[in-house]
């Protein structure tokens, strides 16, 4: 076990068992410049960790690697890759299946692609409910009822009728929330659950996984290229430039004092988006960026 | 839903004017004598005269469009030049057997392309999926009167399991089905091919989108993601394909109906052609654009059947 991790822990839950915990993990397609290089990063029960990074700095990649959703061009490497105390790096595709959902449930970027569009939501429910082969077809509509409902979905007897492309993002990204809730998961991974959304859309969602959290204690990973959304609800904050973590501490601790030239130019980015009011966030200089910071010059 | 219906058949018909007004056309720009290239260079005097009557040739090129419209409006096709009968019921004569043929042929050849299809998307990259993109290439490039050919002489010659030549008796069923066997064999087979190959492809297409993604994050088996939701998605994207191709085997199994000696609108409009029998050639080819145009409008009612996006904005 990585003690390591375990001192360096501020939260309640220092001493339990990760949830997640990635060691060392490497990702590159077709043998380019890997996308996620040497990455450590730990997630303990009930605690809610955001990734965060620009476009491109390799999130996605690293949350479709622990359910391994990565296209098969993409070749993972690295030390372990444990989801609940079970290490996937090299471990059989029945092993990963297993996990996926029960073990970690994923909120997609863009929940009006995450659906089957000539499906009812009902139908693609239930279906995620396959592993439950004792439960009749009411009781399974009762548990996807109360997650619904736990969602804050208004009518959801009706929208278990409906197609998805009925509903709105916002109520969409409710119905994928309330299918990551019914597999009861250890993990939740969001990537970038309110991208999509307008900002109205953005505050409601995040309150909702707020309450989530209070309510069920699952752990979260959060990925976001937002500081809003990580100040927002997480306790611990992991900044990815490149393809590497060059930052990691506790909310407060990152916001108060940013260490790394990448962070401060995130900081600067969004507090320069505060002051003038523009809805886009600036590209970062990375020409200036690599002069102030010696160290990361090849990083891309 | 009715009213989208009716819209198809609107656009269906008018489809039929445009086609029928190119034949017009087209028997008015042959160049030469009409009734000649009509009636062929051996007729006489006398039978040009009556042809020249009887089609309104003497009058204004205007009034022969009224009249030709106005004739085809009531079902009249006009009269086979040789033996005076009205092409109508000699093309409703041939009709059941090149239906019947058609949709034998369809039938197999649609299910079996389809389970190839799918059976190479769910070993994707692995040995059965090339044998089966191999196998599929190999179908499609065969001719279907060799096929035809090949199969008379094996199953119906050398093996003598199958009738060699007909349709079969009226009233016997058996016979007519088992005279189906070696043609519908012989036209469907490059349609197996055909068929695996667009499945193929539009179910990788379908497997590629971000629900499946969703459905695997959630560990639903890869069989169910296969066959719950890429084949209905692909089936929607073939379908119109697919029925374009349908309504290709209605004329396109000339072949197999002269091998294996069967009437049918193919070798109907075979030989209409062969003999300039000009009102046949073009109540067949009328017949069979309004065949290709009522698969179009049965596929596009389907999709709208099976898309709910399509059916909700009807
Ligand atoms: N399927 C793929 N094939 C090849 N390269 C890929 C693929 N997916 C991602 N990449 C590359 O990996 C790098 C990281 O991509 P990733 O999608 O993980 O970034 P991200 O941080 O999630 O970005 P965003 O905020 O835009 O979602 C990028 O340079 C991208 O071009
Ligand atoms: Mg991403």
């Known amino acids: 076990m990585n003690l390591e991790f375990g001192f360096n822990r501020v939260t309640g839950a220092a001493l339990a068992e990760p949830v997640l915990d990635i060691g060392d993990l490497t990702i590159s397609y077709g043998g380019g410049t890997p996308a996620v290089q040497g990455v450590h990063l730990t997630v303990r029960p009930g605690e809610v960790v955001g990734v965060i990074g620009e476009s491109g700095s390799g999130k996605t990649s690293l949350a479709h690697a622990v359910l391994r959703l990565l296209p098969q061009s993409a070749v993972i490497t690295g030390q372990h890759l444990s989801l609940c105390g079970t290490d996937l790096l090299g471990a059989p595709d029945k092993t990963v299946a297993s996990l996926r959902g029960p073990g970690a449930a994923m909120i997609f970027q863009n929940p009006m692609t995450a659906f089957s569009p000539l499906h009812t939501l009902g139908h693609q429910l239930t279906d995620l409910l396959w592993r439950d082969r004792t439960a009749s077809k009411e009781e399974k509509r009762e548990r996807i009822l109360a997650v619904l409902k736990q969602v804050g979905l208004p009518d959801p007897a009706a929208r278990l009728e409906t197609y998805p492309f009925q509903l709105s993002g916002g109520m969409l990204q409710r119905v994928a929330i309330a299918a990551a809730l019914l597999m009861r998961p250890s993990l939740l991974i969001a990537d970038e659950p309110t991208t999509a959304l307008d900002v109205t859309m953005e505050a409601q969602i995040l309150h909702l ?21 990580i100040a927002e609800i997480c306790d611990r904050v992991a900044v990815m430039y490149a393809g590497r973590i060059v930052e990691e501490g506790t909310v407060e601790a990152i916001f108060a004092d940013p260490r790394h030239p990448y962070t401060k130019a995130l900081f600067a980015c969004e507090l320069s988006l505060i002051e003038t009011g523009i809805s886009r966030m600036p590209v970062i200089d990375h020409e200036a960026l690599r002069r102030i910071a010696p160290v990361m010059r090849g990083a891309q | 839903m009715t009213f989208f219906i009716l819209r198809r058949i609107g656009l269906g018909l008018v489809i039929l004017l ?52 106005g004739r085809l409006s009531q079902g009249n096709l006009g009269e086979d030049v040789w033996s005076r009968r009205p092409v109508l019921t000699m093309i409703l004569e041939v009709l059941p057997y090149t239906v019947t043929l058609a949709v034998a042929s369809f039938i197999w050849a649609v299910a079996l392309g389809i389970v190839l299809g799918c059976a190479a998307v769910v070993h994707h990259g692995r040995w059965p999926d090339w044998l089966i993109g191999v ?85 639903v088996p890869e069989r169910k993601i296969i066959y719950r939701y890429a084949l209905k998605q692909a089936f929607l994207a073939v379908l119109s394909v697919i029925a374009i191709g349908f309504g290709g085997l209605l004329t396109g199994s000339v072949f197999a109906e002269i091998v294996f000696s069967r009437p049918g609108l193919g070798k109907m409009t075979y030989d209409a052609v062969i003999s300039r029998n000009y009102p046949v050639v073009m109540g067949t080819v009328l017949m069979t654009s309004g065949l290709y145009v009522t698969c179009m409008i049965i596929a596009d009612v389907v999709t709208a059947f099976l898309d709910p996006r399509v059916r909700s904005a009807l």
């Open chain 2, 18 to 69: 445009i086609v029928a007004l190119l034949l017009f056309g087209m028997m008015h720009m042959i160049p030469g004598d009409p009734t000649v290239v009509a009636l062929g260079p051996r007729s006489t005097p006398e039978m040009r005269e009556a042809f020249r009557q009887l089609m309104g040739l003497d009058r204004p090129i205007f009034e022969q469009l009224g009249l030709f419209l």
């Open chain 1, 209 to 229: 996984m707020r309450e989530l959290r209070a309510e069920s204690g699952v752990a979260i990973l959060m990925i976001s290229h937002h500081l809003g959304v």
């Open chain 2, 135 to 219: 196998l599929s290439v190999g179908l499609v490039a065969v001719p279907s009167f060799v096929v035809s050919l090949y199969s008379l002489l094996i199953f119906a010659v050398t093996l003598n399991w199958l009738p060699a030549i007909g349709a079969g008796e009226p009233g016997d069923i058996m016979g007519q089905a088992r005279a189906l066997i070696l043609p519908s064999f012989a036209i469907g087979l490059g349609w197996v091919g055909y068929v695996s190959r667009i499945v193929r492809a539009a179910m990788i297409e379908a497997m590629g989108e971000a629900y499946v993604r969703t459905l695997r994050s959630f560990g």
